[in-house]
């Protein structure tokens, strides 16, 4: 009879369990856009798309660009929307080559160490619970004069976690040579992030051949979302 009814109880328990720890999927907890100074946007920075937001997950966060002596940043452009998403403001445009006669070109693989001399934008926030994260997307669009001269770019995505060292997310994209809508870029991998931990992901992007500033070719970026999931309750804290 005691034997029974301990084996009730272990029943009950993992029904209990199994009813208590779903398992999640993965969705966006950020988006970020480019978006008109009347929406609370930037005309020289990607801003937050507030709707997109997940407050269980995110608690804060921003967005940042920095230049580098390797490129210039161009700001909104002045009529073009190729990479648009949620947002209400034309596309932000990256141009590589510093100022002349500057010399734009970022030899080798793209790495962490690139984001130092070339155009990179930081998207920065503070985790609201356990998560992992799984995949940052964007739309990424080329633009160039003369195909046959402009090298093809690259784009990478380095993550850091509560201060550690940035670690590269996902591969690297290499895009084809001269004008063309690349769609929606995806980096996926799997990082595990602590409640109120830092995260800071840093886009990184580099013309590989690029020696000068040429307003008639650029990068433009936009629709950058970011997905996690939720980790589940312990266990062992569900049981007791």
Do not use: W
């Not at 230049?67 to 034309?90: E, P, R, T, W």
């Amino acid at each position: 009879m005691t034997l029974t009814r301990h084996c009730f109880t272990c029943i009950v328990v993992a029904g209990f369990l199994g009813f208590a720890v779903p398992m999640a999927d993965a969705g966006v907890i950020l988006s970020y856009d480019s978006l008109l100074p009347s929406s609370g946007g930037s005309a020289t920075a990607l801003s937050r798309i507030n709707s997109q937001t997940d407050s269980e997950l995110v608690s804060s966060s921003g967005a940042n660009n920095t230049f580098g002596n390797k490129a210039i940043m161009a700001g909104i452009h002045g009529s073009q929307n190729n990479v648009d998403g949620l947002g209400d403001q034309n596309d932000l445009v990256f141009r590589f080559g510093s100022t002349p006669p500057g010399d734009g070109i970022l030899s080798g693989p793209l790495t962490a160490g690139h984001a130092a001399s070339g155009p990179r934008i930081d998207f920065t926030y503070t985790a609201a619970k356990d998560q992992t994260l799984t995949d940052f997307s964007m739309k990424f669009f080329n633009n160039s004069n003369n195909a046959s001269s402009y090298g093809a770019r690259d784009a990478g995505l380095f993550v850091s976690v509560a201060g550690a060292a940035y670690i590269q997310f996902g591969s690297l994209f290499t895009s084809a040579t001269g004008n063309g809508n690349h769609g929606t870029v995806t980096f996926s991998d799997s990082v595990s992030v602590g409640s109120g931990d830092v995260v800071n992901f840093r886009l990184t992007l580099t013309d590989r051949t690029r020696t000068n500033n040429d307003p008639q070719a650029g990068t433009r970026i936009g629709d950058v979302n970011i997905s996690a999931i939720a980790e589940p309750a312990s266990l062992g804290l569900i049981a007791m």
